[in-house]
Each structure stands twice: as structure tokens, then as C-alpha cells.
């Protein structure tokens, strides 16, 4: 199962790999498509196809259980305004899944993810087809490329982690306050 999750906001940044997963989902008789958050509006392609499920709308525990099913998680941007400070919330989160992230070389995506190590890297619609079947073709690459990249989540990214490294955010904010706060004293 390939899968995305988003919102109907960010609907338009699957849609710009769109041929690339229609000839992909066409050569692959046993490739699912999940889409989830596009909202009821935005669908994929104009034909009804089985092998694509969407999820309008989702809960955190949907968005979990779905990410669980996923072998292969696209985190799709474009070169516009704005997309160049979009964070890898998304990717981490296909990380932590065990799925093998695709995201495009844009913002965070480009020094987060090591093309081929961690996940794939993919900047046009043939990037996006080309890395897409290599991961359907070979499951081994697949497993290994989701397995470094959960360690690395797990890592770098681990709740214990990210409660250090606020904890001392915090405690700089917090004696750089002391200090300027002495030094208006001393100032008075």
C-alpha cells in the first residue's frame, strides 16, 4: 500500500504527482492507493478506481492505524511560496510507521531524508514513478530503507529527546532572563 495523508489544503501537492502514481497503480495489479484527509471534494483521477481508498477526514488513532498499513509513505511538495518551510512532521511520522518514505527535495525533506538510506528523493514526475517502482520491486530495499529510517526516528526523535532538548531551550530562555533581570537591578 502507497499512502499520503494531508488535508485538503495540501491536496494540491499530491495532485502535482498524480500521472506518476497513475501509471504506477496501473502497472502493479497489487498496489493500493490510501488517501487520507483529501477532504470530499478532491479525488485523485476521474475514474472510480478500486484500488484507490479514501479517507476524507481522519482522527489522530485513523491517521496511526492507516500510516501502520502503509509500505511506502509520499510526502509530495512543490516549488511555491511557502512550501520551502514546511517541516518532515509528515515523513517522520511515515518513519515511524516502518513505511519508506518519497518526498520531494524541498525544505526540511532535503537534509532529513538521504536519498536511497533513509528514504528517497524524488524532483519530477519520472524521479517520483522510477523511485516509486523500485520500492514496489524490491521489498528487501523496501524493509531496510523503513528500518533505518524508524532507528533514526527513534533516535532523533524520541519523546525523551524532545523533552531534553525543550527542557534546555527552556533553561537558557529562562537564565538569560536572570541575567537580564540582574542586570536591570544593578542598572537601578
Known sequence: TIGWVGSP?????LSSISESLLRVIRKNDDVRL???GSGFENKLFDENFEKV???PFYSELEMVRAILKMDIGLYPLMRIEGAEHRGILKALNYMAGSAAVVASPIGESYTAIRDGENGFLADSNKDWEERLQLLIDDSELRKKIAAVALL?????H???LCFKKLNSVFEKAFNHALLEDECV???T
Open 34 to 36: 490510501l488517501i487520507l
Open 158 to 160: 524520541s519523546r525523551n
Open 185 to 187: 537591578i544593578k542598572n
Open 152 to 156: 533514526e526516528v527513534r533516535k532523533k
Open 9 to 13: 489544503g495540501t491536496f494540491k501537492y
Open 53 to 55: 481508498e479514501y479517507l
